[in-house]
Nanobody, 118 residues
């Protein structure tokens, strides 16, 4: 079994910063893409950022220039550095990873709440 465990969410004022972490554990042979998604109340889950195994990245237009995704392949961990946070960034943030065990499968974390408010 594979588990993704997120940490780093919380309450922050507009303009502030947070860093999310997501560690994958279990019977892992390799991990392809890793990413972060978010879901605000009443809205669909949306892609925030994704990073490939080679380090190539993709961002939602709404976070470009403010958020940075990175990963530590040795630790099976993905990070999301969030700067200049806005109230509209408030959401539950979910980690996602394409993990190869005996086969390739998509896994999700349990989610971590990020609230941007004064």
């Amino acid at each position: 079994q594979v588990q993704l465990v997120e940490s780093g969410g919380g309450l922050v004022q507009p303009g502030g910063s947070l860093r999310l972490s997501c560690a994958a554990s279990g019977n892992i042979r390799s991990i392809d893409a890793m990413g972060w998604y978010r879901q605000a109340p009443g809205k669909e889950r949306e892609l925030v950022a994704v990073i490939g195994s080679g380090g190539n990245t993709k961002y939602a237009d709404s976070v470009k220039g403010r958020f940075t995704i990175s990963r530590d392949n040795a630790e099976n961990t993905v990070y999301l550095q969030m700067n200049s946070l806005k109230p509209e960034d408030t959401a539950v943030y979910y980690c996602n990873a394409m993990v190869r065990t005996d086969f390739l499968r998509n896994y999700w974390g349990q989610g971590t709440q990020v609230t941007v408010s004064s």
